[in-house]
Nanobody, 120 residues
């Protein structure tokens, strides 16, 4: 299973970015999906997550500014980020709980990360 993230870049404070992450390969299903970020010198932290049914959860730092969504038919998760701040600068990683076979439990899989840089 591969998770391919895209959509990062350099943006001015107040701007917007939309991250995408598509899962490919052989698997039965994907349960929860999410976005994490890691800034230099800091631990990786959860930004937002979404269940297969669409229930979402956000870090307090991004509530009201970010929206996570997914397209189950495309095995893709999105993160719309608005009103970006310099403190949002980090490498953003997508994560998916991938079920490989009908009787298997989910296995956490990670994408390669995409850099988001917000200038002041």
């Amino acid at each position: 299973v591969q998770l391919q993230a895209s959509g990062g870049g350099l943006v001015q404070a107040g701007g917007s970015l939309r991250l995408s992450c598509a899962a490919s390969g052989s698997f039965f299903n994907i349960n929860g999906m999410g976005w994490y970020r890691q800034a230099p010198g800091k631990q990786r932290e959860l930004v937002a997550s979404i269940s297969r049914g669409g229930r979402s959860n956000y870090a307090d730092s991004v509530k009201g500014r970010c929206t996570i969504s997914r397209d189950n038919a495309k095995n893709t998760v999105y993160l719309q980020m608005n009103s970006l701040k310099p403190e949002d600068t980090a490498v953003y990683y997508c994560n998916a709980d991938v079920v490989r076979g009908m009787w298997d439990t989910g296995v956490s899989s990670w994408g390669q990360g995409t850099q988001v840089t917000v200038s002041s």
